[in-house]
């Protein structure tokens, strides 16, 4: 049919392999899709979200210990019962007029602006000093009323017991007093208020003094008898009385002395009928108003009066 010509021959040659292809390769058809050729049908895993990483935390710092507080000064006094220098000029402040009071052991003080504290061998609390009238001290509330016109107020704690017998509260003297005509008579009157009162006014170095359970106006503590202020002193005016009470240590005790006698401002002494000034027949020496132990002299605070019509009288200011 193509004849023998070349292009015949080659177009034989063509058919034959068509046919060959024909029959041994199948048309190209799109395969059935087998079940690793269908699509997932579990939805796209979804990729994980990044967490926000957590921000690192402060770490507590460790507490350092507190440094300790700068120590405060103490303003407690520490006395030592020391009577000297009335041959010295006194110091120059805490003058009140001419009036100039001291707590022994210490030094010039000022009046009715509240308690000082101290302590010595035997005693631990403070002492409250108030004079009425006082040129340039505070006034006080405390005179509303009253006819007093000084106080001593002593509060704290002993340090060793105390028998009542053994404190007594008065003044001492160093040298002997000008001791006024009817200067007895001011004693009998003032035994009327305080029956305990002894007075030796006549020795080398006089005092007049008291047992503390029977001289203060005001006491409190433990085993005090809660009596009118009369009523104790009667009481404890007897030794026997006074020998069954103790001043334990420890304990907290409250003594008050004031009275209407002596001005401090002017040293005019008023007992009874007695008007005197009583600055000159003290031959220059102050007043030392104490609460003392006279057997061993162990003195529990003193507080000095002195005035300048004194000092002058003792040559120790112009």
């Known amino acids: ?7 015949g021959k080659r177009q034989a040659a063509l058919d034959r392999l ?29 990729q994980p979200q990044p967490q926000p990483q957590p921000q690192p935390q402060p770490q507590p710092q460790p507490e350092l210990p507190a440094e300790p507080a700068p120590a405060q000064e103490s303003t407690r006094l520490w006395l030592d019962a020391d ?13 009140y007029g001419d009036l100039q009071v001291s707590l022994i052991g210490h030094g010039p003080i000022r009046l009715n602006e509240g308690p000082i504290e101290f302590e010595n061998d035997v005693f631990c609390g403070s002492v409250d000093v108030r004079v009425r009238g006082a040129a340039g001290a505070p006034h006080l509330d405390y005179w509303e009323g009253r006819q007093r016109v000084f106080a001593i107020i002593v509060r704290g704690e002993f340090k060793r017991e105390f028998n009542g017998n053994e404190l007594y509260f008065g003044s001492r003297f160093s040298g002997p007093l000008k001791v006024p005509f ?7 009157f003032a035994k009327l208020i305080d029956p305990g009162l002894e007075a030796d006014l006549h020795s080398p170095t006089p005092s007049i003094i008291s047992p503390l359970l029977c001289s203060v ?6 085993e005090v008898p809660a009596m009118e202020s009369p ?22 005790y409250s003594f008050e002395a004031y009275g209407d006698v002596l001005d401090w401002n002017t040293f005019r002494l008023s007992i009874g009928p007695l008007r005197l000034s009583a600055a ?33 009288a003792r040559g120790v200011l112009e």
């Open 1 to 7: 049919m193509y004849g023998t010509s070349p292009r």
């Open 231 to 252: 009523a104790r002193r009667k009481f404890f005016k007897s030794e026997e009385h006074r020998g069954a009470f103790t001043f334990r240590p420890g304990a907290e």
């Open 280 to 312: 000159k027949y003290l031959n220059g020496q102050p007043v030392h108003m104490q609460i003392v132990a006279p057997e061993t002299d162990d003195v529990v605070v003193a507080v000095r009066f002195d005035h300048r019509s004194l000092q002058r």
């Open 182 to 188: 009817g200067a007895s008579v001011g004693i009998r």
């Open 83 to 95: 009577f000297g220098g009335l041959d010295q000029p006194p110091p120059p402040q805490h003058y």
């Open 18 to 46: 068509e046919a060959v292809v024909n029959h041994h390769v199948a048309p190209l058809a799109p395969a059935p899709a087998t079940h690793r050729d269908q699509p997932d049908a579990t939805p796209p895993r979804l």
């Open 217 to 222: 106006n005001e006491l409190t503590g433990p």
